[in-house]
């Protein structure tokens, strides 16, 4: 077997600009071999290059070990099913378990969007079906909770009890509804998933937190977590695309994190840059927002240290 240094036993963050949307791959060397994990796909591909596809076979990836769903919304899991259309996954973790229904004509954009979206991740799920992927459903669903590669440990922090997933009590409802309620259920859920997003913590063998992935979690999905547990991330991104709803000076002081990752395009980032660098100095955290700057590709971290900006060539 070959031994590899401390040093390049490192895992490798790479945050893709997706626009206002979240796409992760971090690439895990092991003493064995190097695994590839990737968190959601996003939808806003203003470069072939940043296609979480294109990402993979650029890179020479042959195979996903671990892809991850945090919840059904457009920005998070349309660029999973091209991957998972062309690229063996090993295992994939769903937020639901298969959601069967049939929906009639909708109307309202949201209400669309949502039947669109239903329609896409039953696609995605044949799609692994057909791969034999293991598919592993996330809690309250599934009881595993811990994901091994090596030193490193990828830990389900929320949610854990099905009383915390408002939007699935209402993907319930819509399976039973009448065609004159759909509408409405649909419209409902779009509103109410960022609440059932599910949230991640990378950490190494000696439990040192090395980055918190918050997906669109707002801020009671971190109160939760912060009741249960102690954490401490070295880097932490922000939930729902840097949103008021998703973080606030308390909860920021409390995690205290070097580094603050946000997910978003250019021109949201001009909207709410001063609010973000005010929130990032109370806790004296670094801010980094991956579309801030034209022609970004990704950032990129040797975790856990800070990201770089890497461009497009």
């Given at each position: 077997m070959h031994w590899m240094g401390e040093d390049s036993l490192q895992p490798t963050l790479y945050?893709?600009?997706?626009?206002?949307?979240?796409?992760?791959?971090?690439?895990?060397?092991?003493?064995?071999?190097?695994?590839?994990?990737?968190?959601?796909?996003?939808?806003?591909?203003?470069?072939?290059?940043?296609?979480?596809?294109?990402?993979?076979?650029?890179?020479?990836?042959?195979?996903?070990?671990?892809?991850?769903?945090?919840?059904?919304?457009?920005?998070?899991?349309?660029?999973?099913?091209?991957?998972?259309?062309?690229?063996?996954?090993?295992?994939?973790?769903?937020?639901?378990?298969?959601?069967?229904?049939?929906?009639?004509?909708?109307?309202?954009?949201k209400a669309i969007q949502t039947a669109e979206m239903l329609q896409m991740y039953k696609q995605l799920h044949v799609c692994l079906e057909r791969q034999n992927t293991r598919i592993t459903l996330r809690p309250p669903f599934g009881e595993r909770t811990i994901w091994q590669f090596g030193n490193f440990l990828l830990r389900h922090l929320d949610p854990v009890e099905k009383s915390d997933l408002s939007a699935f009590h209402i993907l319930e409802e819509l399976q039973t509804a009448p065609a004159y309620r759909q509408e409405r259920l649909c419209a409902a859920f779009d509103g109410q998933s960022n609440g059932d997003s599910s949230v991640w913590l990378l950490e190494d063998a000696d439990g040192a937190h090395l980055v918190l992935f918050a997906g669109d979690a707002l801020q009671p999905n971190l109160e939760r977590i912060t009741e249960r547990e102690y954490i401490r991330p070295r880097g932490f991104k922000v939930g729902h695309h840097g949103m008021m709803d998703a973080w606030n000076e308390p909860m920021l002081r409390l995690l205290s994190p070097e580094w603050i990752l946000i997910t978003n395009h250019r021109e949201e980032y001009k909207i709410f840059v001063d609010a973000w660098m005010q929130l990032a100095q109370c806790s004296d955290s670094r801010l980094f927002v991956t579309g801030s700057e034209a022609n970004t590709f990704y950032l990129v971290s040797r975790l856990p240290l800070m990201p770089e900006r890497i461009e497009l060539l």
């Amino acid at each position: 077997m070959h031994w590899m240094g401390e040093d390049s036993l490192q895992p490798t963050l790479y945050a893709l600009n997706v626009g206002r949307g979240d796409s992760f791959f971090v690439e895990i060397p092991t003493e064995s071999g190097t695994s590839v994990v990737l968190i959601d796909g996003g939808d806003d591909f203003f470069d072939e290059s940043v296609k979480p596809l294109r990402f993979v076979q650029d890179k020479g990836w042959n195979q996903i070990d671990l892809m991850i769903l945090t919840h059904i919304h457009p920005d998070h899991l349309t660029g999973l099913l091209e991957v998972a259309e062309h690229i063996p996954i090993r295992e994939a973790i769903l937020p639901y378990p298969e959601i069967v229904v049939e929906l009639g004509k909708m109307m309202h954009p949201k209400a669309i969007q949502t039947a669109e979206m239903l329609q896409m991740y039953k696609q995605l799920h044949v799609c692994l079906e057909r791969q034999n992927t293991r598919i592993t459903l996330r809690p309250p669903f599934g009881e595993r909770t811990i994901w091994q590669f090596g030193n490193f440990l990828l830990r389900h922090l929320d949610p854990v009890e099905k009383s915390d997933l408002s939007a699935f009590h209402i993907l319930e409802e819509l399976q039973t509804a009448p065609a004159y309620r759909q509408e409405r259920l649909c419209a409902a859920f779009d509103g109410q998933s960022n609440g059932d997003s599910s949230v991640w913590l990378l950490e190494d063998a000696d439990g040192a937190h090395l980055v918190l992935f918050a997906g669109d979690a707002l801020q009671p999905n971190l109160e939760r977590i912060t009741e249960r547990e102690y954490i401490r991330p070295r880097g932490f991104k922000v939930g729902h695309h840097g949103m008021m709803d998703a973080w606030n000076e308390p909860m920021l002081r409390l995690l205290s994190p070097e580094w603050i990752l946000i997910t978003n395009h250019r021109e949201e980032y001009k909207i709410f840059v001063d609010a973000w660098m005010q929130l990032a100095q109370c806790s004296d955290s670094r801010l980094f927002v991956t579309g801030s700057e034209a022609n970004t590709f990704y950032l990129v971290s040797r975790l856990p240290l800070m990201p770089e900006r890497i461009e497009l060539l």
